[in-house]
């Protein structure tokens, strides 16, 4: 199919509004003039053209409409500068319709090819999380643009919590090649872990068996910003913006992401993402669950309250690792350690256990960057979507100065917080975590596990996410100082 679309040329010269334009099919591009500029040239890549199709006559609303043999339009989408992608289309006449239909046949065709793009989507809305205009969300961004690209929907409001993971556990899948949620990170967790457990059912594999390896769900998933934080979102596409979420899912191209999956003594407690999170961040989820009703800014209020009152938790990790140093080295796309890692032959590396215990005020392992609108490098700038690793970020008790100096840090778009004195970080393929039975909650994914005592392990590019990645570009400025 590529080497189709790389061999066919057209040329033609159409009106486009009051100008004539002349528009090139050649080498998977199609070109044409730019308006506001005349003298260069503009560019698009056959696989940035979401859907060609032929204008109507214009008609009276109570007439049936009819197909105008002489028009028709290239819907397709462009990287604003940075991350952001936008949605554009060309409307193109001629007077001859041989001309109209050989450019809509060709590019049509060439369309067909991307086997990948979903034609039949499920998604799910959480009309609970961030704001609670998740429906919103979808109808004003999402619904246009998939009616567009040929995506048919079915779209299931979520009535109660978990309702999507069971949903996704027990109910037959067949008939879609994508699912999707409008949500926050509580939202894609309960989706991942829906589609993982779903897997191991069917192939009776016994989740809670930490040596086990877990299978890896068939169908993608994409991830449409509905939340407070959205850090799955921000790291995977690198901005929350809805457009470009969508029109990831759109593309139909995929990236592998880590999972990580948490057990305490006997069972599987659940799969996370982002962070896993205790002592400061284990209690801030805690505590502001109860103020929901404030929206994110619950996270500013607790998290001041929680900062102040610098509680330490003794606990001791062990780390299974084969490096002693954190690689500066970020995850961006094409990431070639993301690439090198997913391979079948990526050998389990001589890795060994080592222990550290002490005071902490947090400990946190990130498995991917964490990077959001709160925290524009995030708790882990160096960790990766598919390396296999997580980034385990330890932080000893401290004074409150101290907490207010790491939290500015992780607030910043220049500064990270490994070089503070009180900061040690490790990446990992496991850890293991024993701790004094009152202490804090565990944070994974913005969930709450009660449990103290637990066992993390990676699960290398365990999910296919619908998304050409992110490009690296310049974070933007946090909005304030709380994480
Ligand atoms: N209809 C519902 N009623 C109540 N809770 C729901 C419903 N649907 C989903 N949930 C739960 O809502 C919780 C919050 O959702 P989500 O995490 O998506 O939003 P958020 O917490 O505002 O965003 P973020 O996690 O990005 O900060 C999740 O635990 C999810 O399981």
Known sequence: MASDIQKSVLLTSFHSGKKRVKIILHKGNIVWDNEK????????????????????????????????????????????????????????????????????????????????????????????????????????????????AGVEVTVNVSQRKDQIKDYLISHNLEFFDAVACVGGDGTVSELFNGLV??????????????????????IPIGIIPGGSTDTIAYCIHGTTDVTTAVLQIIFGDSIGLDLVSV??????????????????????????????????????????????????????????SENETVAEEPCRE???????????????????????????????????????????????????????????????????????RLLLRLSSANSKVDDLPFVETFTAREFCFRGDERGSRWNCDGEIQHQTNIRAKVRCQLLTILSRGSPICEPVQSKCCGI
């Open 37 to 148: 500029l005349p003298s260069d040239k503009k560019s698009v890549p056959i696989e940035n053209v979401i859907s060609v199709e032929y204008n109507y006559k214009s008609c009276h609303p109570s007439e049936i409409r009819q197909i105008d043999p002489l028009s028709f339009t290239i819907h397709y989408a462009e990287r604003e500068s940075g991350p952001k992608w936008i949605y554009k289309k060309l409307l193109l006449k001629h007077t001859d319709p041989q001309q109209v239909s050989s450019w809509v046949k060709t590019l049509q065709a060439h369309l067909k090819g991307f086997e990948k793009r979903p034609k039949h989507l499920l998604l799910f809305v959480n009309p609970f999380g961030g704001k609670r205009n998740a429906m919103q969300i979808y109808e004003k961004f999402g619904k246009r643009l998939f009616d567009v």
């Open 197 to 218: 457990l779903r897997e191991c059912r069917q192939n009776g594999i016994d989740a809670d068996d930490i040596n086990q390896s877990l299978p890896k769900p068939k």
């Open 263 to 320: 057990y305490d003594e006997h069972t599987l407690l659940r799969l996370f993402a982002s962070v896993l999170s205790y002592g400061y961040l284990g209690d801030v989820a805690y505590h502001s669950d109860q103020y929901r009703w404030m929206g994110p800014h619950r996270y500013d209020f607790s998290g001041f309250k929680k900062l102040v009152g610098n509680k330490g938790y003794r606990g001791e990790i062990a780390v299974y």
């Open 334 to 404: 094409n990431c070639a350690r993301c690439r090198s890692s997913g391979s079948p032959n990526a050998a389990d590396l001589a890795c060994k256990w080592r222990t550290i215990s002490g005071n902490f005020f947090m400990i946190s392992g990130a498995n991917i960057s964490c990077a959001c609108s709160r925290s524009p490098r995030g708790i882990a700038p160096y960790s990766h979507l598919g390396d296999g690793m997580l980034h385990l970020v330890l932080v000893r008790h401290t004074s409150v100065l101290n907490n207010l």
